[in-house]
């Protein structure tokens, strides 16, 4: 059985994307299994860079193929901020709900139509001693006014994807994972995958 490391220790991320990539017969693990792997420097100034950064140095240091993904919320009235910096917004050591609360206070004065939004992420695969292949996926919406909502992580509370009048946190988890940007990229990345071996 062919084996593959998603480059996180993110346990949400993990079991969104585990599921879809062992039905093609690959025995998958992530980081949380991997102690060998010291923290990776995500210093590009892009989501594809630092995806393909983890990607490179997980698969050098496991000696299989890699997954790693580097997404973020890019909101227009701010600048596409938080963008590349959404899980470090406002500083090391802050909570999910202090990193949107934070975004809610900076937006207090935007009205609701100029609260335009997306979640962005780019996957990348590599192969040891290979060139990594990258996948895309975004997911448009707003931000709310108020956080609502138990299902998701990071900045799903407060961003109510186009289409619907609900917060992304109210959405439940199984059609999240049709939808999101990271079902998106990891979509193509299943497709090709599966037409690869």
């Keep these: 059985m062919n084996r593959l490391v998603i480059a996180t220790r993110n346990r949400g991320k993990v079991a969104e994307i585990a599921g879809l990539i062992e039905k ?105 001693q290979g060139d990594p292949r990258l996948f895309h996926g975004t997911f448009e919406g707003k931000i709310g006014f108020t956080p609502v909502g138990v299902n998701g992580f990071g900045y799903d509370p407060v961003f109510i994807p186009d289409g619907y009048d609900i917060t992304l946190a109210e959405i439940p988890p199984d059609e999240k994972k049709k939808i999101s940007h990271r079902a998106k990229a990891l979509a193509a990345f299943v497709d090709w995958l599966g037409g690869h071996d």
Excluded: W
């Design 24 to 128: 093609l017969g690959y025995s998958v693990t992530s980081l949380v299994d991997a102690p060998q792997v010291p923290d990776i420097v995500e210093d590009a100034d892009t989501f594809e860079g630092n995806a393909i950064i983890k990607a490179v140095e997980t698969s050098r240091i496991c000696g299989c193929p890699a997954l790693a993904d580097d997404s973020g919320l890019e909101v227009d009235a701010l600048g596409k901020r938080p963008g590349i910096h959404s899980a470090r917004y406002g500083g090391d050591g802050l909570s999910d709900e202090q990193r949107y609360l934070l975004l809610l206070r900076e937006m207090r004065d935007i009205p609701q139509g100029k609260r335009t939004a997306r979640f962005r992420c780019a996957m990348a695969y590599v192969e040891p």
